[in-house]
């Protein structure tokens, strides 16, 4: 059974120019065991999405559809009870390590604060449990970090840090949102192997790991659903999608990488541009950029959701087609 | 294709035994010991960068790219070494060869928002650099204008627009007609495209090498993106904590690279080819502070070949038999394996 299920979630913002949807009819599932890559470009949704797993959407936000966690719908829960969840069973890292560190006090008492409250632990039981975790995500002599500041540590090592806290709970759910971004490519491959081995081992909790780096979806996750202008436009097996893409924006993505197999200059490109969201037309919003685009692709309908195989889907009329 | 017996005619720029320390603001334990205490951000590198090709810089964070993309520029003074623009020194520079270097050798930065004036319109912005070398009359700058935007692919009706109303990978793309209207012969581009999505960076990638193509010109191109550099380059350096630690083809690098941070930095970018699985292992340790840097070769406490040696002793860069240079005692006899 998932261990998360999201259906039809729809997420839009009240603003001065009108509501505008930042998320449109999104579903998916996170199993037990599994890292599922959520990717896409900047204003994809990508984050707001994340964001409403957690109920950290800001007020204005409208939030439609269902979160099922464990029986219940996230999306129905108050500030209490969402409180209740967030840390203990759905955790969360975010691109900038600082988000979740305050710098006026040593991670040692951040981290053991972190444990007494979720956990009930007393401070010595506290303490020792922080020092294990600190070792259990690579960092050398953890006593001695523990009096550490934030400040005092490398980018890398504040993620550590980030990480530590977010799994003290043991979590359900991981939800990493950049997790890598503004990390150096060695250090990107510590964390990214720490998550793996942390918490997909031994089927100890899912992670949802959002990105707009295809190569760290391709070495990290096990499924991936790619979104577009609010929505998810394919979704399958990593070594599926990344073999055989199906939807034309998956297929000008994974071109458009550059690497030493193609000639300077002969990048593929994708014409145009993601629309605004304001101005997002009936039917598949990628059409207007298609290479593939039929007229049918702009009615209201389109595009479909075709399901190809077991866990493979993909939104794009031309596989409707029998 | 041998680089090591190139005629001095054949680089446009020339970096020899670059070196820069930056001091460091004193804590107050530094003030009551009188301590002064300096980051070598530099040190003792030499870089040659040939007639119309694209050379590489990569590098982690700290390795000090950027730092000598801005000392190639002549925009940092190095604490020792020379840089030579057409072989002549740019130190020794008058003031009308100061302008015209400033001419020839331009920059596009990584964020081009910061470097854009929000408040004035880009059609000036292109225009300034003409201008200020007073470039032709005022009506053929303002044809130029139309014409350099038009080459990075905008409609030259923009020229009346302001930043603000651009995307990120338009605003690149007036970046670049910044840079070309001066028609340099060497443009510095640091981070070109590391803020920009995949299929907007492909674009601006695409954009650069026409460019670099119909103008021949040779362009540093730092970064710390390996597959933009496998796809972009034709020769890298490696840098790692201020040194140049391997330089060679970029063809040749990627298939074999020599220098074992090299190795290590390549098997950690994560590859989107199908059947791409994650390096076995880790790379070992975290760059070190360029504040504390490691005695001998400042990659040893991460390198998995180190020796008793490489604690005491920095390897030199050496020529090997192959055309490569590295600078590792596994590769001191210059045997290229």
């Not at chain 2, 925009?75 to 060869?97: M, Q, Y």
């Not at chain 2, 605003?171 to 028609?183: D, E, H, K, N, T």
């Not at chain 2, 590792?328 to 006899?333: A, E, R, T, V």
Request: hydrophobic share 40%; with cysteine; net charge positive.
């Amino acid at each position: 059974m998932a261990l998360l299920q999201i259906n039809d979630l729809t997420v839009s913002f009240e603003t001065g120019a009108g509501c505008v949807e930042a998320v449109s009819a999104v579903s998916f599932h996170l199993a037990n065991g599994e890292i599922l890559g959520l990717v896409g470009e900047s204003g994809c949704g990508k984050s707001t999405v994340a964001y409403s797993l957690l109920g950290l959407l800001p007020p204005h936000a409208r939030v439609g559809g269902s979160i099922k966690f464990d029986a219940v719908d996230i999306a129905k829960l108050d500030e209490r009870a969402l409180r209740k969840l967030r840390g203990n069973r759905i955790a969360m890292i975010f691109q900038d390590p600082m988000t979740a560190l305050d710098p006026s006090f040593r991670i040692g008492s951040q981290l053991v604060e972190t444990l007494r409250l979720h956990l009930n632990l007393d401070g010595v039981t506290a303490a020792k449990r922080a020092v294990e975790l600190l070792r259990s995500v690579g960092i050398s002599s953890p006593e001695l970090r523990m009096q550490a500041y934030p400040h005092e540590l490398s980018g890398g090592m504040r993620q550590r840090v980030a990480l530590a806290i977010a799994i003290s709970c043991n979590p359900d759910v991981l939800i990493a949102d950049e997790p890598t971004t503004g990390l150096d490519v060695t250090i990107q491959a510590q964390v990214l192997q720490l998550i793996r081995v942390l918490l997909t081992k031994e089927k100890r909790s899912g992670v949802l790991l959002i990105t707009h780096d295809l190569g760290v979806i391709a070495n990290y996750c096990d499924r991936v659903a790619v979104m577009y202008a609010g929505k998810i436009v394919e979704t399958g097996a990593v070594s599926d999608i990344f073999g055989d893409p199906k939807h034309p924006y998956t297929q000008g993505l994974l071109a458009a990488i550059p690497d030493g197999t193609i000639a300077r200059g002969a990048l593929r490109t994708i014409p145009g541009r993601v629309p605004a969201l304001t101005d997002r037309g009936a039917g598949c919003r990628f059409a207007p950029r298609c290479p593939m685009a039929l007229p049918v692709c702009l009615q209201p309908d389109s595009p479909p959701w075709v399901g190809l195989s077991q866990q493979r889907e993909v939104a794009c009329v031309q596989y409707a087609i029998t | 294709m041998s680089n090591t017996q190139s005629p001095e005619s054949a680089f446009i720029l020339r970096g020899e035994d670059l070196t820069h320390r930056f001091p460091v603001s004193r804590t107050f334990s530094d003030i009551l010991s009188g301590t002064r205490r300096a980051v070598t951000g530099v040190s003792g590198v030499n870089i040659a960068v040939k007639r119309g090709e694209v050379f590489a810089v990569v590098g982690e964070s700290g390795s000090g790219k950027s730092t000598l993309g801005r000392i190639l520029l002549g925009l940092v003074k190095p604490t020792l070494g020379r840089v030579f623009h057409e072989g002549k020194n740019i130190a020794d520079f008058t003031a009308s060869e100061r302008m015209t270097f400033r001419q020839k050798a331009q920059v596009v930065y990584q964020d081009p928002f910061s470097a854009l004036n929000p408040s004035m319109r880009i059609g000036r912005q292109i225009r300034e650099p003409l201008d200020v070398h007073r470039i032709g009359t005022p009506s053929q700058r303002n044809a130029a204008v139309a014409a350099l935007l038009e080459q990075v692919g905008l409609d030259p009706a923009l020229a009346r627009v302001r930043p603000e109303e651009l995307s990120g990978g338009m605003r690149q793309r007036v970046g670049i007609a910044m840079a070309l209207a001066s028609s340099p012969d060497i443009i510095v581009a640091d981070e070109p495209t590391s803020a920009l999505d995949v299929s907007v960076q492909a674009q601006i990638l695409n954009v650069l090498a026409k460019l670099q193509q119909q103008r021949k010109l040779a362009m540093v191109f730092i970064t710390h993106d390996l597959g933009v550099v496998s796809h972009f380059a034709d020769r890298v350096a490696v840098m790692y904590l201020g040194r140049i630690i391997e330089q060679d083809d970029v063809r040749k690098l990627f298939a074999e690279p020599k220098h074992p941070y090299s190795r290590m930095l390549l098997s950690a970018v994560p590859s989107h080819r199908p059947g791409a699985r994650p390096v076995p292992e880790a790379p070992r340790g975290e760059p070190a502070s360029p504040l504390s840097p490691p005695t001998g070769c400042a990659f040893h406490p991460r390198c998995p070949h180190a020796m008793e040696r490489c604690r005491v002793e920095a390897p030199m860069l050496r020529d090997q038999s192959d055309g490569a240079k590295v600078a590792c005692f596994l590769f001191d006899d210059g045997a290229g394996q």
